[in-house]
């Protein structure tokens, strides 16, 4: 559903409306609330910027395009992924339409580039850009993340592997971007702190042509391989590990967009078995979830994966806080409701937010299985309340450099 | 042991792959004088039909065939109905084609999702083969000998026929090829349509090692311009030499030095420029 002026005009009608018939929420004068959407529905990005919208739509769909009672004026911009169309669409937003609280941007590089002036304007940002720093040593005032930083679900995925699994020996390979230098670090320093080595690292950069020179080098005596990619890439590059003959041999554990629910039906029935690790999954049993699951295959034909369902919860997210503060003009007040909020029942399950402003929820680990004719991402184990700091005090946690390529360094390689 | 054998083979079933994604360029550079820069988006393109029509039941082959058919007729409309208008005018060619395959991309986009499409291989092709104990995927292999027999096809069409004479006098010298009543106009839509039916059709080879994925246009592109820059404009044996120097440069190369991932692809394409600008095989006498 697209949202223009006159459903707008219409939506405000009908706000007006009710107030006339005496319902007490709404009064009269209820100023529609403005949000500013900032997704990539063009370029490399746009598979997860398409679902984003998509599930923002659902959201507001649902509701009659109200939030906490009042009707949602939603300005919707496309950057291509660009983190300099980012900056000039977030203008625009802020200094055109005046909006009281921004969902998104898509990318860390996108964040990082607006990163000013969302401090500058003091506009409430909810966002799935996952970069660690983001709510760890530069930990913006003006920035929630309802999803999970670059490391949090691979912490839980180290721990997994070393105690659930008893993995001894792994191997990891991952995008050559902080995105994956995070997931990696992330899943290495908890598997290694439990007792297991990480026995080679590779880094085939993101747009790389052909994983086929990295594959051959893989280390084939490793108990499993964790594997954090983005986008399309870990459909790719599992098309290709099995391409040579190594599926079944090395157990690939996946960070959490390597096998997406927008990829799985793509991968098809080799993929059965897989492992990875997530803040969500369409199977995620709770009415609230089921419900929009099923809203996304009724109007989009698609199963909701890490994009889709981040947007649905920062829709939650975001009518939480309105309802906290019953709508009112006051950005520091909304930026405190988003904080200091705990959501119950959202689709990832309850969310509330640390200090820092990034999610402490649960974590999944799934198994991919076959249900009804579908590939789905069953979830086989819950972590309940985990933070981006694992079980580390986050004091502590922040005195360490954040992580990267070469942080913790790797002692155990092998060549 | 194992290290040397599978990337030998990886570089050389690479380079079959690059062959197919740049011959065709290099043909279309050679004669018009333009970097055509949507060839990365008629690779992409050949990618996703080739995905399609094997949906819809064609076989392998077929697919392959009919991409390279329609990307091939794509690529007339494109010469016909837009670089003819700015025909003379490298640089403004050169933009339009640019253009064209940011609307090509942003079209796939709309009809094939951002979602990753697979393109399957012939069923027989795809459990790996084991050479000496070590497993290879076949199909790269099948890449190869497509790659090998599109190379003699090709030098057959340039150094034994009427067509391919004509191509050699016009990359050669375009106002001789004019003067003896070559007909200039027609040749360049005819090597226009050959090229992007090249494109097309290495798409739908290429599919199943690469898959079709939004961004696979500027993926393939750079590699096109490298392949070509090495082996020379307008020269096939410069694209076939070329794309097995660049398959092998880019295995090793990451192998060995991952620290240069990035740069190994461009350092040689410098030093090519900057010793040999014409190329290892020049085909141009400009």
Avoid at chain 1, 67 to 95: C, F, H, I, N, S
Avoid at chain 1, 235 to 251: A, M, S, T, V
């Amino acid at each position: 559903m697209r949202i223009d002026r006159r459903s707008v005009l219409k939506g405000i009608g009908a706000g007006v409306g009710v107030a006339a018939l005496g319902a007490p929420a709404v009064r009269a004068q209820a100023k529609p609330v403005r949000i500013g959407f900032m997704t990539v529905k063009t370029g490399p990005l746009a598979s997860g910027g398409i679902q984003m919208e998509q599930a923002l739509n659902l959201y507001l769909k649902e509701r009659n395009n109200m939030m906490a009672g009042v009707p949602v004026e939603l300005y919707t911009v496309d950057t291509g992924g660009a983190p300099a169309v980012a900056r000039t669409k977030m203008q625009e937003l802020v200094e055109r339409n005046g909006i009281a609280a921004m969902i998104g941007p898509l990318s860390t590089q996108e964040a990082l580039a607006l990163d000013d002036y969302i401090r500058e304007t003091k506009t409430p940002t909810i966002s799935v850009a996952a970069a660690d720093d983001m709510t760890q040593r530069r930990a913006n005032p003006w920035f929630v993340r309802v999803t999970s930083t670059s490391s949090q679900c691979a912490q839980v995925m180290g721990d997994y592997a070393a105690k659930d699994l008893k993995y001894k020996r792994c191997s990891t390979i991952a995008d050559d971007i902080a995105y994956g230098h995070e997931q990696n670090s992330g899943f290495q320093r908890v598997f290694e702190e439990e007792g297991g080595k990480i026995v080679q690292k590779l880094w085939p950069p993101l747009a790389v042509p052909d994983y086929g020179t990295y594959i051959a080098q893989i280390n084939t005596k490793v108990d499993g391989m964790f594997a954090a990619f983005a986008g399309s890439n870990g459909f790719r590059f599992f098309r290709q590990f099995n391409e040579y003959g190594l599926k079944g041999k090395i157990p690939l554990l996946g960070g959490m967009t390597a096998f997406d629910e927008s990829l799985l039906q793509q991968m098809g029935d080799d993929a059965i078995g897989l492992l990875s690790v997530n803040y969500y999954s369409a199977t995620i049993d709770t009415a609230t979830n089921k419900k929009f699951v099923a809203g996304m295959v009724r109007d989009y034909k698609v199963e909701p994966g890490y994009y889709g369902a981040a947007t649905y919860t920062a829709g939650a997210v975001l009518e939480a806080a309105l309802k906290t503060t019953g709508g009112k003009d006051d950005k520091q007040a909304l930026m405190n409701a988003l904080r200091t909020n705990k959501v119950e029942d959202t689709v990832r399950g309850p969310v509330a937010f640390d200090k820092y402003g990034n999610a402490v929820g649960n974590i999944y680990i799934r198994r991919v299985e076959k249900q009804n004719g579908r590939l789905v991402n069953a979830v086989i184990k819950t972590y309940e309340n985990v933070s981006q700091f694992w079980k580390y005090n986050p004091e502590e946690f922040l005195k360490n450099p954040v992580y990267s390529r070469d942080y913790p360094p790797a002692k155990f390689l092998e060549n | 042991m194992q290290f040397w054998l599978i990337q030998t083979l990886n570089s050389i079933a690479f380079g079959g792959l690059l062959f197919l994604l740049s011959s065709g360029f290099s043909l279309i550079f050679g004669l018009m004088r333009m970097p055509n820069l949507a060839h990365g988006a008629f690779f992409m393109l050949g990618a996703y039909f080739g995905a399609t029509f094997m949906n819809w039941g064609a076989n392998f082959w077929i697919a392959a065939l009919l991409s390279g058919l329609a990307v091939g007729v794509l690529g007339v409309i494109l010469e016909r109905g837009l670089l003819r208008k700015l025909a003379g005018n490298a640089q403004g060619q050169v933009l339009v084609t640019l253009g064209v395959s940011f609307i090509i991309a942003d079209v796939c986009l709309m009809v094939w999702t951002g979602d990753p499409v697979p393109v399957p291989a012939p069923q027989w092709a795809r459990p790996p083969m084991f050479l000496m104990g070590y497993a290879f995927p076949t199909y790269r292999l099948v890449v190869l000998v497509i790659a090998v027999i599109a190379a003699v096809l090709l030098y057959l069409l340039m150094e034994r026929t009427r067509l391919g004479a004509m191509i050699r006098a016009g990359v050669d010298d375009m106002e001789m090829a004019r003067g003896v009543g070559i007909r200039v106009s027609l040749l360049f839509m005819m090597v226009f349509m050959l090229g992007a039916a090249l494109a097309g059709l290495g798409g739908t080879i290429g599919g199943p090692i690469m898959q079709a994925y939004p961004g696979l246009d500027a993926d393939m592109l750079p590699l096109a311009l490298v392949v070509v820059i090495l082996g020379g404009v307008g020269s096939l044996m410069g694209a076939f030499v070329g794309s097995f120097a660049v398959g092998f440069i880019y295995n090793f190369g990451t192998a060995l030095f991952p620290d240069f991932a990035y740069v190994i692809l461009f350092l040689p394409m410098v030093a090519v420029l900057v010793l040999m600008p014409e190329g290892l095989f020049a085909g141009s006498r400009q």
